[in-house]
């Protein structure tokens, strides 16, 4: 028995030489990890080795471990790929034991390759591969967000050819499956390795598959530099460096157009990356193609200096951009290096004799804009905020402008606001309001800035709220809903955050109303706490959500503070006798019933709804006092917030009915001490001292 065998969970040792599932034998160890084991074993039926991975015992009863090992099967066992993993069958042992059985691979990390700076092409090349591979899963469904060199493995195929495969779907989200099958991020919580994380991950928000081709961006920064861009000991140092530093320049020597992919994978903000794996594969294969001379076909290179072109890219492929790559009997003027990557906006693009159907075009400032021969005629689309730019009789290119501010000048914004240059932030926000005064992405802009000023959290708010108000579809941007969700708990600001959570929110503020509804701490008056149940109500899926048990007792204790207190007071009764429980007994104890008040001119109730409630309530606590205290049966006491204050609900009294109410005594006075001060020297008067 090897020592790392010895070292296993007996349960883990006692599988080899054993069969799992009637048709896997277990062979030997490869290898131990930190949720445990991976196995060489046979396929009995089909006389072919496999891998097995199996969670390690103790971990199986986590149920969120347990979850994470359930997800990376079904996420990988979706995919079907050269360059991804296959998973090929998963279950659980006689013995409880979670497995999954995977192609056996020979080769190793990526990590092995890296460590010193390697040629563009070949680190192109592999990039590509990993590209093609998140292709295919982005398009079953699966985002990786762990993509890192630990996690791409080296092997080769059957032709002998090199081949990368991603592995470790632990944590990938299944994007667009059913409620069971999907895996819901919560607002906050930060999945990834801190030197291959995706800014918005490093914030806490959910990924998408921009977030796997930033971490491919660090990875191919890293094989060009022989460095990656961002180390530091202390992972939350990292972790900052991900969201607000900029990555230091690529070696000198490598080409423009390499730089500029590189760069464009690395924007902070990502919508000014790469829309998708499929555009990135296509801008990586014309780089390629560029770097290689490639003139074989006719109109190979051209058509893929219009990719790179059309994506941004500039087409020289040397440091001192003089060098401009041959086409097949012409020359391409060149076009500058962008400074930063052109910010995202999905533009259509005619194609003519050099480009075939129609390709999609990232729109470029007007100092990087490449030189058009082609005249172009400009016409407005139906769509009130766009024109588009339709083809001359030769090659052109369409370009898409908004009515609205520049990209550039949002990106400049979003930088000062990052780098807390708020009053820089705000001229150039007012200016940009000035022009664009009912833009949403200007009025986001404006929250974001209030939400960092001291004392203007509450004014964010309604920014953010002017922002859904014009263009509702915010909600469904993950770093919009990330920074209202929390903006929505401002202390002070709870009557706002409610309102505009019920009233623009829609669906998208049921969990915030639940986090309302639900707290004991400061409950919302009798209602607000309504009105927010009744549109959490609105889907059916959130009934098991509320903390039904919690909000019975409220109902009781804040009934003097409904239209209808006899009534809500009489309902609450009756839902604690339904199902009891001695939470409740110290509540009921606590809570007096209503009584009619004929003086009240707007009264809603009929007086006889009042009735027969002092007897209910005895009935309840004499039944509420037979049942035995579990825990969480006695928290404290429950503080009831009405319209003007904060107060506690009525209590039940032990005073005889009629007595009057004598004022409280007053605390006594404190006493000054009577031991005389000598260490000052005004005690050297006093005849106490001279002793």
């Known amino acids: 028995m090897t020592a790392a065998l010895a070292n296993l969970h007996p349960d883990l040792q006692d599988l080899v030489g054993r069969t799992i599932a009637d048709r896997y034998r277990v062979d030997a160890l490869l290898g131990v990890g930190g949720m445990g084991a991976v196995f060489r074993g046979h ?6 080795d496999v891998a097995i991975k199996v969670l390690h015992p103790s971990l199986t009863r986590d149920p969120e471990i347990s979850a994470r090992f359930d997800r990376e099967a079904r996420s990988a066992s979706r995919l079907d790929h050269p360059n991804c993993l296959q998973v090929t069958d998963y279950g659980t042992t006689e013995h409880d034991m979670k497995f999954m059985v995977m192609q056996l691979l020979d080769g190793g990390e990526l990590t092995r390759l890296l460590g010193r700076p390697m040629p563009a092409t070949r680190a192109l090349e592999l990039a590509l591969q990993v590209c093609r591979g998140l292709e295919h899963a982005h398009g079953q469904g699966v985002i990786h967000r762990d993509v890192k060199p630990e996690n791409i493995f080296v092997t080769r195929d059957h032709e002998d050819r090199e081949t990368l495969k991603l592995v470790d779907f632990g944590i990938a989200k299944i994007a667009g499956g059913s409620a069971t099958d999907q895996h819901k991020t919560r607002a906050g919580l930060v999945f990834g390795t801190p030197a291959y ?14 977030a796997d081709l930033y971490s491919l961006g660090i990875i191919l920064y890293e094989m060009i530099a022989g460095r990656p861009p961002f180390t530091a000991d202390d992972p939350v140092a990292l972790v900052r ?13 490598t080409a423009p157009m390499v730089a500029a992919i590189v760069e464009r ?7 000014d990356r790469f829309a998708s794996a499929k555009e990135l594969r296509d801008i990586l294969e014309a780089a390629l193609v560029m770097l290689r001379g490639e003139v074989s076909g006719a109109g190979v290179v051209q058509s893929a200096a219009i990719s790179l072109q059309s994506g941004g890219i500039p087409l020289t492929t040397t440091s001192t951009n003089s060098t401009v790559v041959p086409l097949v009997g012409t020359t391409l003027n060149p076009v500058p290096s962008p400074r930063r990557p052109a910010p ?16 999609t075009l990232w729109l470029i400032r007007p100092s990087e804009t490449p030189a058009i021969d082609a005249p172009t005629t400009v016409s407005v689309s139906p769509t009130p905020d766009a024109a588009v730019v339709r083809p001359g009789a030769d090659d052109a290119v369409a370009v898409l402008t908004a009515a609205g501010p520049e990209a550039s000048a949002l990106a400049e914004i979003d930088r000062l606001l990052l780098s ?3 009053d820089e932030a705000d001229k150039l926000l007012a200016a940009q309001r000035d022009q664009f005064p009912k833009d ?6 404006l929250g974001r800035l209030l939400s960092k000023r001291k004392g203007k959290r509450t004014s964010a708010l309604v920014a953010y709220g002017d922002a859904m108000e014009v263009d509702p579809t915010l909600l469904d941007d993950n770093e919009f809903y990330a920074e209202l969700h929390e903006l929505l708990r401002t202390p002070g600001a709870r009557d706002e955050a409610l309102d505009l959570a019920l009233h623009q929110m829609g669906r998208y503020g049921h969990s915030f109303l639940l986090e309302l509804v639900n707290n004991e701490k400061k409950p919302l008056t009798y209602a607000k706490r309504h009105r927010a149940l009744d549109e959490i109500g609105t889907d059916p899926t959130n009934a098991a959500l509320v903390n039904r048990r919690l909000n019975t007792a409220l109902d009781l204790l804040q009934a003097h503070q409904s239209l209808t207190p006899c009534q809500s007071y009489a309902d609450a009764l009756t839902a604690i006798t339904a199902a009891p429980e001695y939470y409740f007994l110290p509540r009921v104890e606590r809570a007096l019933p209503p009584k009619s008040d004929p003086t009240v001119p707007d009264a809603r109730e009929d007086p006889a709804a009042c009735e027969g409630l002092d007897v209910r309530r005895q009935a309840t606590l004499d039944l509420l006092a037979t049942l035995e205290p579990t825990a969480g049966d006695t928290d404290g006491e429950i503080v009831i917030e009405d319209d003007g204050g904060t107060s506690p609900a ?10 009057a109410d004598k004022p409280a005594p007053k605390p006594a006075a404190k006493k000054k001490p009577k031991t005389q001060d000598c260490s000052k020297l005004r005690g050297v008067f006093k005849k106490k001292c001279w002793k």
């Open 43 to 48: 396929h009995l039926g089909l006389h072919r």
């Open 197 to 210: 994380m995706s800014p918005e991950q490093a914030a806490g928000v959910e990924a998408d598959e921009r």
């Open 241 to 253: 460096m991900q969201v607000g530093a900029d990555p230091p320049p690529l070696p000198s020597d």
């Open 265 to 271: 994978l690395l924007a902070k903000r990502r919508d």
């Open 344 to 359: 995202k906006r999905r533009l259509a693009i005619g194609a003519g004799a050099a480009a075939v159907g129609l390709l």
């Open 420 to 422: 807390s240059k708020l």
């Open 440 to 445: 949403a992405q200007l009025s986001w802009r």
């Open 650 to 659: 009525p209590a039940a009294s032990d005073k005889p009915a009629g007595a």
